[in-house]
Nanobody, 129 residues
Framework: QVQLMESGGGLVQAGGSLNLSCVVS????????VGWYRQAPGNPGNQRNQ?????????????TYGGAVRGRFTISRDAAKNTLYLRMNSLKPEDTGVYFC?????????????????WGRGTQVTVSS
């Protein structure tokens, strides 16, 4: 079972910065995609469609950012540490939410784990105005 553990959330004033980390129990390079998603307050549930893509790495070196964070957030990774990072600058109150780390595998990627995905428990980010 793949495990993901986020850390680094907290309370920050608008305009401030935060760094998030996610340690993955398996090689992050072995996944089709690894990234960050967030869930806004008042939107409970565990469904993927309730979560907004923040930033992710995909196969073939593709990096995708959500439109709301592009230019302010930066995703990075340390393969040796199996760790994913998210640097968040110029934070806004609308960035408030629970931030989840995600890893995704695809059978079409010749991955024995098949079509699957795993989530961390999430870390709370609160931006005050």
């Amino acid at each position: 079972q793949v495990q993901l553990m986020e850390s680094g959330g907290g309370l920050v004033q608008a305009g401030g910065s935060l760094n998030l980390s996610c340690v993955v129990s398996e090689s992050i390079g072995s996944f089709y995609g690894v990234g960050w998603y967030r869930q806004a307050p008042g939107n409970p549930g565990n469904q993927r469609n309730q979560r907004e893509l923040v930033a992710a790495f995909f196969r073939a070196g593709v990096i995708t950012y959500g439109g709301a964070v592009r230019g302010r957030f930066t995703i990075s990774r340390d393969a040796a540490k199996n760790t994913l990072y998210l640097r968040m600058n110029s934070l806004k109150p609308e960035d408030t939410g629970v931030y989840f780390c995600n890893a995704e595998s695809r059978a079409a990627d010749s991955d024995l784990r098949g079509d699957n995905e795993w989530w961390g428990r999430g870390t709370q980010v609160t931006v005050s105005s």
